[in-house]
């Protein structure tokens, strides 16, 4: 009997050592196996994030600004060449005038500069030629009624704008009206009285497309009165018509 249990213990000896067993009741076991948290699934990990690439962004040169180009040398025309372009003008262009030498501009500044006179403003300019002393002062006295009582006006040296050729520029004028001017035998021989013309029916004078009004000496006015009345009636009724 005591060999049987010996037997026995060294039989769950050896069952023990190779497969483990717990000995307990069924409420033991529905106890401990309760308790025992079932193991959940480790998440799989996210993978790790890869490094960027860096991106070479190829720079542009800029464009080196282009330097202007050297001017060009002056074309020297030999005289012959001359000589030969001119002959070839002549014969294309017979009617026109060819010059030898290079206009002088002078006469185109002092045009240039004439806008500035006053007397393009007025609407009736008075022409002296070589009037002095009480004669010239009687001129003044005019233009002074006129500039005061009829329209604005203004007395002109006509020795110094013959100098200046600036009669074109004068007649021209767009605000001038009329002209009263010495009389012609003081100005027939200057470049002014190839604008000088008058109508045959009518007897009107004119310089270029201005109304004209030829005063006689001025010590004749002087002297007598009634020619004073006479030429300012005729500056009302010719001038200003």
Same mark, same amino acid.
Request: include cysteine; charge should be neutral.
């Given at each position: ?36 948290? $079932? =193991? ?7 993978? *790790? =994030?890869?490094?960027?690439? /860096? ?21 020297? &025309?030999?005289?012959?060449?001359? $000589?030969?372009? /001119?002959? &070839? *003008? ?12 290079? #206009? ?8 240039? /500069? ?5 007397? #393009?403003?007025?609407?009736? &300019? ?5 009037? &002095?002393?009480?004669? #010239? ?14 329209? =604005? ?7 110094? #704008? ?9 007649? $021209? ?24 013309? !008058? $109508? ?37 009724? !010719?001038?200003?018509?």
């Amino acid at each position: 009997m005591d060999s049987l249990i010996q037997d026995t213990l060294d039989y769950l000896k050896e069952v023990a050592k190779t497969t483990p067993y717990v000995f307990a009741t069924q409420e033991e076991v529905d106890y401990f196996s309760s308790g025992i948290p $079932n =193991p959940k699934p480790a998440a799989p990990s996210s993978p *790790l =994030p890869l490094p960027k690439k /860096r991106v070479e962004v190829p720079v542009v040169p800029q464009k080196a600004e282009h330097a202007p180009p050297p001017p060009k040398p002056p074309v020297i &025309v030999e005289k012959k060449e001359l $000589n030969e372009m /001119r002959l &070839v *003008l002549e014969k294309t262009f017979p009617e026109m005038a060819l010059r030898e030498t290079i #206009l002088d501009d002078a006469h185109a500044k002092k045009m240039s /500069r004439l806008w500035e006179e006053t007397y #393009l403003s007025a609407q009736i &300019v008075v022409i002296a030629f070589g009037e &002095v002393g009480a004669g #010239l002062e009687f001129l003044k006295n005019v233009v002074d009624a006129i500039d005061r009582l009829i329209a =604005p006006a203004q007395l002109i040296d006509g020795a110094a #704008l013959e100098k200046e050729q600036g009669w074109d520029l004068l007649l $021209n004028s767009p605000s001038l009206k009329g002209v009263l001017c010495s009389p012609w035998s003081s100005w027939k021989s200057t470049s002014l009285s190839k604008y000088y013309k !008058q $109508n045959a029916v009518s007897q009107e004078q004119f310089l270029g497309s201005q109304k004209l009004l030829l005063l006689e000496s001025s010590l004749s006015y002087l002297k007598n009165p009634d020619r004073k009345r006479k030429l300012w009636q005729l500056i009302n009724t !010719q001038l200003l018509s």
